[in-house]
């Protein structure tokens, strides 16, 4: 895929298109890893971070799943 460069105030930008930040998960705002490798430009997503108290307080009625049933015990397993 061919994309410009094009002048942003003082510096460069290359604008991503579409098709391509919807098949990665992109969305405005979000930060990006941004690398060297020899003389390639890699733009990767940063890798969101997640604190368990955070993902716990976004469980509610509407989202919990029901208990698993995993059978009995087969080794030292307490239940």
Request: aromatic residues 4%; charged residues 35%.
């Amino acid at each position: 895929m061919r994309t410009q460069v094009s002048k942003w105030g003082n510096s460069l930008a290359v604008r991503l298109p579409r098709t391509v930040t919807k098949e990665i998960g992109l969305r405005d705002g979000e930060p990006v890893e941004l690398s060297l490798e020899g003389k390639r430009i890699v733009i990767a997503p940063q890798r969101r971070r997640y604190r368990l108290g955070d993902l716990l307080r976004r469980v509610n009625a509407d989202n919990i799943h029901d208990a698993v049933e995993t059978g009995e015990a087969v080794g030292k397993e307490v239940w």
